[in-house]
C-alpha cells in the first residue's frame, strides 16, 4: 500500500511538472492561456478499531483537473493592421464549414493571395459581410461567413439615396430672403453631382424649398442653368421646431446626362432619433453638417479595425466604408473547452454551444485592432510551483526508498 500511494504522488507531480513544462514553453506564444494542475486524493481505506471517529488510510493521489487560465493576457500594439485583440470575454470564430468552426484568440491575422482573412495555419476568420444598403452599416445576423477583401480590385461605386443637413433658417428673415445649402451626391455610375437646396422665406415660420442640379448633368438639361428636381415648402412652429413635412422627402431621380440609372433620394429631415435636421430659430441662416450615404468606385486601401470589430477601409476617395465586421463567439464554461493545439479550441459537452455574435455586445469583449494579446503565463508563478512539484516528486520518491528499506529490515529478522 505504501508503494501504490507514493508511486501515485510521483505520477501526480511529474503530471504537474509537464503542464509547467507546457506553460513556460508557450510563455512568448500569441494568446496562450496557462492550465493548472489540481490534485484530490484517493479512496481511502477503512482500519477499523474501537472509536467514535472512522479510521482510515489514503491510498495515494491523483490528478484531479487540468484546468485553463482564460484570464487577461497583455496586449502590444504591432502596427500590422489585420492583427487584433479581444479585451474581456470570447474568441474568434475561425474555419469553414468543410472543416468544421474552432475558436481563438490569437489575432494574428493576414489576407491570403483570394483577399480572405486567415489565422497564421490559414484557417478563414469568420465575420458579417451583408452591408445595410440605407445604413451602410453591417448586419450582424444570421452566419457568419468567410471575411474576403480583395485587394487592389476596383470597388463598384455606391448611389446615393440619403441625404441630409442639419441647418437652421432664420425666424427674423424678411420675406423674400433666401439660404442655399449643397450636398454632394453619386449617381450609379459613381459620377458626383451638387444637389443645390434653395430656400426663400414666404412669410413667418413658412419657407419654400427648391432642390436642384446643374442642367448640363441631366438628359434635355441646359448647361449652366440650374434645373430643379423637387419642390416644396416647410413651416415651423412658434418654437423653431419643424411642423411640415413630417416625414422625410422622397425626391425622384432626374435622369442623368451620362446614362447612369435613376435612384431616388431621400431627403432626411427626421433623425433617427425623431429629432427634425431643420430648426427655424432666431438665429443666423447656417447649415452646422452635412451627410449622403453615396461614394465613388475606388480600390480598398489599408483597412482599420475599431472596437466593435468592423473592418473599415479606404476607398480612394478619402471616404472610409464599412465591409465587413469579425464574429465573436462566447461559452458558459470555457473551461470546457478543448485545445486543439495552434492556439485553437473546440467546443465539448462541458463548454456548452458557443453564442456567436459581435464585439461589445452579448457580454462579449472589445477588440482592438493593430493590436496582439500576448501569453497569461506568470514566469514567477510558473517557477514556484516547479519547486513544490519538484519537492513533491522528491518526497514521494525517498518515502519509496524508505518503505524498501523497512522490507529489507523485515527480511533479515528470519536471519
Known amino acids: 500500500m505504501g508503494f501504490s500511494a507514493s508511486l501515485s504522488g510521483l505520477n501526480a507531480n511529474q503530471q504537474k511538472l509537464n503542464v509547467i513544462g507546457n506553460n513556460l514553453a508557450n510563455i512568448n506564444t500569441v494568446a496562450f492561456k496557462s492550465s493548472a494542475v489540481h490534485f484530490m ?16 488510510v489514503g491510498l495515494g493521489v491523483t490528478t484531479g483537473a487540468i484546468s485553463a487560465n482564460f484570464n487577461q493576457g497583455g496586449l502590444e500594439n504591432t502596427g500590422v493592421p489585420t492583427h487584433v485583440a479581444i479585451q474581456g470575454r470570447g ?4 474555419g469553414s464549414g468543410a472543416t468544421g468552426l474552432s ?8 489576407f491570403d493571395a483570394a483577399g480572405r482573412l486567415v ?30 477583401v480583395p485587394p487592389g480590385v476596383l470597388r463598384a461605386p455606391g448611389a446615393t439615396t440619403v441625404f441630409g443637413t442639419n ?26 453631382h451638387v444637389a443645390t437646396v434653395t430656400y426663400t422665406n414666404t412669410g413667418s415660420g413658412a419657407w419654400g424649398y427648391v432642390i436642384s442640379v446643374n442642367g448640363a448633368e441631366v438628359t434635355g438639361g441646359t448647361p449652366g442653368t440650374p434645373l430643379p428636381i423637387a419642390t416644396g415648402n416647410v413651416t415651423f412652429g412658434p418654437t423653431g421646431a419643424l411642423t411640415a413635412p413630417v416625414a422625410d422627402v422622397v425626391v425622384t431621380s432626374p435622369a442623368w446626362a451620362n446614362g447612369a440609372a435613376p435612384t431616388n433620394f431621400t431627403w432626411d429631415l427626421i433623425g433617427p432619433t425623431g429629432t427634425p435636421t431643420l430648426t427655424g430659430y432666431a438665429a443666423a441662416s447656417a447649415t452646422s453638417s452635412i451627410t449622403q450615404n453615396g461614394f465613388a468606385a475606388g480600390t480598398t486601401n489599408p483597412i482599420t479595425i475599431d472596437s466593435s470589430g468592423r473592418i473599415q477601409a479606404s476607398i480612394g476617395t478619402g471616404r472610409t466604408i464599412v465591409i465587413a465586421q469579425l464574429a465573436l463567439a462566447s461559452f458558459s464554461n470555457p473551461q470546457g473547452l478543448v485545445k486543439l493545439g495552434a492556439n485553437r479550441f473546440g467546443e465539448s459537452e462541458g463548454s456548452g454551444m458557443p453564442n456567436i455574435g459581435t464585439a461589445s455586445s452579448g457580454g462579449r469583449g472589445s477588440v482592438f485592432g493593430s493590436t496582439l494579446e500576448q501569453s497569461n503565463v506568470d514566469i514567477a508563478q510558473e517557477f514556484t510551483q516547479m519547486i ?3 519537492r513533491g516528486y522528491q518526497a514521494n520518491a525517498r518515502s519509496i526508498t524508505v518503505i524498501d528499506e523497512l522490507l529489507v529490515e523485515t527480511l533479515n529478522l528470519k536471519r
Not at 486524493?41 to 482510515?56: C, E, F, H, I, R
Open 91 to 94: 474568441f474568434f470564430v475561425v
Open 388 to 390: 513544490l512539484a519538484q
Open 103 to 110: 475558436f481563438t484568440r490569437a489575432g494574428d491575422f493576414s
Open 167 to 192: 441647418t437652421n433658417l432664420n425666424a427674423s428673415a424678411a420675406v423674400g430672403n433666401t439660404f442655399t445649402a449643397s450636398v454632394q451626391v453619386y449617381d450609379a455610375l459613381g459620377a458626383e
Open 41 to 56: 486524493d484517493l479512496v481511502s481505506q477503512t482500519v477499523g478499531g474501537a472509536t467514535a471517529n472512522p479510521m482510515q
Open 119 to 148: 489565422t497564421a495555419e490559414g484557417l478563414a476568420v469568420q465575420g458579417y459581410t451583408q452591408i445595410d444598403p440605407l445604413t451602410g452599416q453591417v448586419i450582424a445576423t444570421g452566419q457568419p461567413r468567410d471575411i474576403i
